[in-house]
Nanobody
Framework: QVHLVESGGGLVQAGASLRLSCAAS????????MGWFRQAPGKEREFVAT????????LYADSVKGRFTISRDNDKNTLYLQMNSLKPEDTAIYYC????????????????WGQGTQVTVSS
């Protein structure tokens, strides 16, 4: 089992950058593929990005491709999401998640979730 805690959210203006972090504790972090998801008010939780156990494979939602970068530091048991050129439509609660298999984009395939961190982008 793994416990996940997100941080780094906040209120920024359009065009700004933020870096989210997800600290993991419990079973070996490097044994999990990790993902970032987000949920805006009134909408379903959606996939943002995912990264494989040791980082060679990453996938992104089309809406963030070229602006967001997912990375991980297995020595620090931490997952990151660098978000550049933020837009008002990026406003959401951002969640990190872990799964024991290969990378996946569906929320139902993840076993563990953090509590989320709020990102608000003003126009």
């Amino acid at each position: 089992q793994v416990h996940l805690v997100e941080s780094g959210g906040g209120l920024v203006q359009a065009g700004a950058s933020l870096r989210l972090s997800c600290a993991a504790s419990g079973r070996s972090f490097s044994s999990y593929s990790m993902g970032w998801f987000r949920q805006a008010p009134g909408k379903e939780r959606e996939f943002v990005a995912t990264i494989s156990r040791n980082g060679p494979t990453s996938l992104y939602a089309d809406s963030v491709k070229g602006r967001f970068t997912i990375s991980r530091d297995n020595d620090k048991n931490t997952l990151y999401l660098q978000m550049n050129s933020l837009k008002p439509e990026d406003t959401a609660i951002y969640y990190c998640a872990a799964r024991g298999g290969t990378v996946a984009t569906q929320t139902t395939r993840y076993d563990y979730w953090g509590q989320g961190t709020q990102v608000t982008v003003s126009s």
